[in-house]
């Protein structure tokens, strides 16, 4: 199993991001696909989930309005899109699949 997230940089208050996690290795349209988060000296955090059809998607409260996960079972990607992005977004970026997790992709909020 491999995950690998890309798009990740640094980005100023307002601005817009899109991640995304090439999977390899297991049945990706069978796999509801999650990205989760984690701040300097914080705890890791589920941000988004995403049924196996995409017709189904579950969000943090804090980045609901803001952020959109979809996913190209075609391409084997699931996709994050960050629209109005705060300081407080800040953090390595996950993506998961039952146990498995990629490597991360810094995203920095800053002006």
């Known amino acids: 199993v491999q995950l690998v997230e890309s798009g990740g940089g640094l980005v100023q208050p307002g601005g817009s991001l899109r991640l995304s996690c090439a999977a390899s290795?297991?049945?990706?349209?069978?796999?509801?696909m999650s990205w989760y988060r984690q701040a300097p000296g914080k705890e890791r955090e589920f941000v988004a989930l995403i049924s196996t059809s995409g017709g189904s998607s579950n969000y943090v409260d804090s980045v609901k309005g803001r952020f959109t996960i979809s996913r190209d079972n075609a391409k084997n990607t699931v996709y994050l899109q960050m629209n109005s992005l705060k300081v407080e977004d800040t953090a390595v970026y996950y993506c998961?699949?039952?146990?498995?997790w990629g490597q991360g992709t810094q995203v920095t909020v800053s002006s």
């Open positions: 290795g297991f049945t990706f349209s069978s796999a509801v």
């Open positions: 998961k699949w039952s146990r498995y």
